[in-house]
């Protein structure tokens, strides 16, 4: 059969067109600062680089490598983003679509008036870095699970969904919503609940050096205390457990606490107390408390003025 040219021009483009491979999802790498762009892709900030964007877009997933850091303020984010080790996470007035996730041993994440799906922090391991977790008027649209470092959730932060902490170094919540359970278990400095309101039932065992329900103890200093929509269970507390100024729609279960839990007489728990417990008036915090509560800006306002810095002296990221 004879071919013309124009036929054999559409056989050379079709077997052209057939071994091309598939493409591959590209990454924008962010070194530097980034303004009010659209990145239509997956974003990754480079091990030990620090990137600053303001207003920023981004349509695929977020990395931040290990050693670097991510601070954004105005970022509308569709994908998920994910810290590895010491790496750092700083946003604010920032959604992000998808969830977060802190490897083991990452720095740590500040959310600030930011709205993100579930937040998830992986355990310590054989890393030298305990990770933190610090929200203040943040929504979390999804479960909270935390298996490492420092948990606060402050100032009207949300979360639509669990709160569950398991060897964190401790998990405390004030002036904050949980819609569903509370659980943390095996925390080295223990557990603060302060002005909050928790849904679900709540469950604290095997905590070390307290559990405080409200204003009066010595963790740390709050102004009130709170409401809990169903029981809550404290047990095998060492260092002592407080319950204060506290609503409770269920029951108090205290078992096996050392030293016996002290519950004051101005609490209204609708099913009653059982364990055992000592009746009496408490007073608010200590100063070792308002040490408790300074350590989350000192140890995020670090981290984050370094990142910027860097971030301005590495220049515009071209994004």
């Known amino acids: 059969m004879r071919r013309t040219a124009a036929t054999l021009t559409v056989v050379v483009l079709t077997a052209l067109v057939n071994v091309q491979p598939a493409r591959a999802g590209l990454v924008t790498h962010c070194v530097g600062t980034g303004g009010a762009v659209t990145v239509p892709n997956d974003l990754l900030v480079p091990a030990g680089e620090s990137c600053a964007l303001t207003g920023t877009t981004v349509t695929g997933n977020i990395s931040v490598a290990a050693g670097a850091n991510l601070v954004v303020t105005g970022g509308r984010f569709s994908g998920d983003i994910h810290v590895a080790a010491d790496g750092y996470l700083d946003a604010s007035d920032t959604t992000v679509a998808g969830g977060i996730e802190l490897a083991s041993g990452a720095y740590g994440a500040f959310l600030r008036d930011a ?36 948990v606060r959730l402050d100032k009207t932060t949300q979360v639509t969904g669990n ?80 319950v204060d100024d506290t609503i409770i729609d269920g029951r108090l279960t205290l078992t096996a606490n050392d030293p016996v839990a002290r519950v004051a007489t101005n609490n209204r728990i609708r099913g009653g107390i059982t364990g055992d417990h000592t009746a009496t008036a408490l007073r608010t915090g200590s100063a070792a408390g308002e040490h408790r509560s300074a350590r989350k800006d000192r140890r995020a306002e670090s981290r984050r003025s370094a990142a910027a810095r860097e971030a301005r002296a590495a220049g515009d990221a071209r994004l």
């Not at 922090?121 to 977790?133: E, M, N, P, Q, W």
């Open 115 to 150: 709205r993100s799906g579930a937040v998830t922090v992986r355990a310590k391991g054989s890393t030298t870095i305990d990770s933190f977790l610090f929200t203040e008027g943040a929504t979390i649209e999804g479960n909270v699970t935390a298996s490492a470092g420092e």
């Open 163 to 242: 709160l569950s902490s398991s060897g964190t170094y401790y998990t405390d919540v004030h002036d904050s919503f949980v819609d569903g359970t509370l659980s943390v278990l095996n925390s080295a400095t223990g557990s603060v609940v302060c002005g909050s309101a928790v849904r679900g039932r709540a469950t604290f065992a095997g905590n070390l050096q307290g559990v405080q329900i409200g204003p009066g103890g010595l963790l740390d200093s709050c102004a009130s205390g709170g409401y809990w929509g169903r029981d809550i269970d404290i047990t095998n507390t060492a260092g002592g457990v407080w």
